[in-house]
C-alpha cells in the first residue's frame, strides 16, 4: 500500500475493524468515523484508531487531510450524503470500498476465500484457526468476532497466507483474487441490491473466475452455481454425506459430534470432534479443513485438524451460549436468513430433545423481511413460544406494508407476539422455557447480559 495514512468510514464495521488492525500493524497511522460509539469503536480507539461520531469534514484530523498521503476505505452502508465522503471526494482523496483494499490483500498473498449466503464466518474462522493451531499463522480477516481470540483480525509476519470472509453484498467478492475459492451456499438474498435469483448466482459465478491460475475451487454438492473457472483451477466438492471431502462414521453422543473426514487430498483423518457440537458445523468443519488442505502446505498434519476442530469455539453470535444449566440454557445466533433461522432451531432441538423452546426474533432490513416473510414464519413455528422484535432496518428506510406482523401472521406456533425491544428482559423473565434462543444480525445481543440476569 502506497499512502501511510488510512482512514475508514465506518470504522466501528467488524470488517472495517480487521482492516484497521491490519494497517495498525503495519506502522500505518489509522482514523476514521463511525455513527455510535461501542464496544468495538472504544477497543480500537485504546489501540491508537482517531474515531469521530459526527460526518462534519472539519472532524476529519490534520494528519488525514492531504489526499497525497491517505486512502479513504468506506463501506457500502454508508449513505452517498455522507458530508465526509463528499469531502474526501471533492477535494481529490483516493476512495475505495473495503472490499477493494481487501483485494489488495489477496494479491500479494495466497488466499483462501469463504463465501456463500450462509456458513462463511464459521467456515473461515475455522479455517483460521487450524492454520493458528498448526503454527504456519494467516492473516485472518473475519466477520466475526472468534471466541479463541477475542479478535475478528488474525495477523501473521511470515504467513503466505490469507483467509477472507468473501461478501457478495453489493458484489464485494468481485474485488478479490482468491488462491483457493470455497462457496458454501447459494440461497438467494440481498435481492435489494441483485432482484433476482438468477442476478445472485451470476455474481457467484463470476466470482470463480477471479481464482489465481494454479489455484483452487471448492463447492458445496448440490448448488444451482454453473462455474466458470479457468481450465488450470482444481475443483472439488464437499458435502456432509458426499462430494470429494466428506463425513463418515457420523456419531452424536452425550452431547458431542465425532467423524471421519475423508478427503481425495490427504487421505481419511478418523476422529474429528467438534468443539461447537452443531450438526451444521460438520458441513462448515468439512468446508474448512478441505479449504486448508487445498494450499497444500506439508506443514499442516493430521492432529492440526483434529486438534483445531475440538478446539475451535466459534465466533461470538455464532450459537453462542450465554448461559448452559441443567434447568436452563440461553444460546444467541445471529441468524438472519431463514435457512440459518431454520438450522439454528433444528441445531436446539438436536441438543435438546423433547425440552420447552422460546425463540426472541429479530428480523433484519424490510428488504429481506418481505421478500421471505413466509420463510421466517416457517421457520419460526418449529419453536414452542415466538417473540418478534419490530425490524431492525440497518441501511434501509422503511418500506409501506413491511413489519413483523407479516412474519407474525404465518407463525402457526401456539404462542406467539410482537414486543418492543425495551420490554423483551422483563417478558422474557417471567417466559417458562428450559431453552432460549435470540436470534438476528440486529442489536438483540446488547440486550444479552440482562437477559441472562432476569432469566438465572
Not at 504456519?136 to 497466507?161: C, D, H, I, M, Q
Not at 452455481?225 to 479457468?230: A, C, G, I, V
Request: net charge negative; proline share 5%.
Amino acid at each position: 500500500m502506497s499512502k501511510n495514512n488510512i482512514y475508514f468510514v465506518g470504522a466501528g464495521g467488524i470488517g472495517m475493524a480487521a482492516l484497521e488492525r491490519y494497517f495498525l500493524s503495519r506502522g500505518c497511522k489509522v482514523a476514521g468515523y463511525d455513527r455510535t460509539p461501542s464496544e468495538l469503536t472504544a477497543a480500537l480507539e485504546a489501540e491508537g484508531v482517531e474515531i469521530a461520531y459526527s460526518d462534519d469534514p472539519d472532524l476529519i484530523p490534520a494528519a488525514f487531510r492531504n489526499p497525497d498521503e491517505t486512502l479513504v476505505v468506506y463501506t457500502p452502508a454508508i449513505p452517498a450524503d455522507h458530508r465526509g465522503l463528499q469531502w474526501f471526494r471533492a477535494n481529490g482523496f483516493e476512495v475505495v470500498k473495503r472490499a477493494a483494499v481487501l483485494g489488495r490483500v489477496t494479491r500479494s498473498e495466497k488466499a483462501i476465500c469463504f463465501a456463500g449466503t450462509h456458513g462463511k464466518t464459521t467456515t473461515s474462522s475455522m479455517a483460521a484457526h487450524i492454520l493458528e493451531v498448526s503454527g504456519v499463522g494467516s492473516n485472518a480477516f473475519l466477520g466475526g468476532v472468534l471466541r479463541n481470540y477475542g479478535t475478528n483480525f488474525l495477523l501473521s509476519e511470515t504467513s503466505p497466507y490469507a483467509v477472507i470472509e468473501a461478501d457478495e453484498y453489493d458484489r464485494s467478492f468481485h474485488q478479490l483474487s482468491p488462491y483457493v475459492a470455497v462457496i458454501t451456499s447459494t440461497d438467494p438474498d440481498h435481492l435489494d441490491i441483485y432482484g433476482t435469483e438468477e442476478a445472485y448466482l451470476e455474481s457467484f459465478a463470476h466470482f470463480t473466475e477471479l481464482i489465481q491460475p494454479g489455484g483452487a475451487l471448492l463447492l458445496h454438492t448440490g448448488l444451482k452455481l454453473k462455474p466458470r473457472q479457468s481450465d488450470s483451477v482444481r475443483v472439488y466438492t464437499y458435502g456432509v454425506d458426499s462430494g470429494d471431502f466428506h463425513a463418515e462414521n457420523l456419531t452424536f453422543a452425550d452431547g458431542t459430534i465425532t467423524f471421519d473426514l475423508v478427503t481425495p487430498t490427504n487421505g481419511t483423518i478418523t476422529g474429528i470432534e467438534l468443539g461447537v457440537p452443531l450438526e451444521i458445523n460438520v458441513d462448515n468443519a468439512i468446508a474448512a479443513c478441505a479449504g486448508v488442505m487445498l494450499v497444500n502446505d506439508p506443514a499442516i498434519t493430521a492432529d492440526d485438524y483434529r486438534t483445531a476442530m475440538k478446539t475451535f469455539l466459534g465466533a461470538k453470535r455464532r450459537f453462542e451460549f450465554w448461559l448452559r444449566e441443567p434447568e436452563r440454557s440461553i444460546i444467541d445466533d445471529y441468524a438472519h436468513h431463514p435457512d440459518e433461522l431454520r438450522a439454528s432451531i433444528r441445531s436446539v432441538r438436536r441438543l435438546f430433545p423433547g425440552k420447552r423452546l422460546v425463540v426472541a426474533f429479530q428480523p433484519h432490513l424490510f428488504s429481506r423481511t418481505r421478500d421471505f416473510a413466509a420463510d421466517f414464519a416457517e421457520a419460526l413455528s418449529q419453536a414452542d413460544s415466538v417473540y418478534l422484535l419490530p425490524i431492525y432496518p440497518a441501511r434501509e428506510l422503511p418500506i409501506p406494508g413491511v413489519t413483523s406482523e407479516i412474519i407474525l401472521d404465518r407463525i402457526t406456533c401456539p404462542e406467539k407476539q410482537i414486543i418492543e425491544k425495551e420490554q423483551l428482559v422483563n417478558a422474557l423473565a417471567a417466559a417458562d422455557f428450559d431453552v432460549l434462543l435470540t436470534v438476528g444480525a440486529g442489536d438483540i445481543n446488547l440486550l444479552l447480559p440482562r437477559i441472562v440476569d432476569a432469566c438465572k
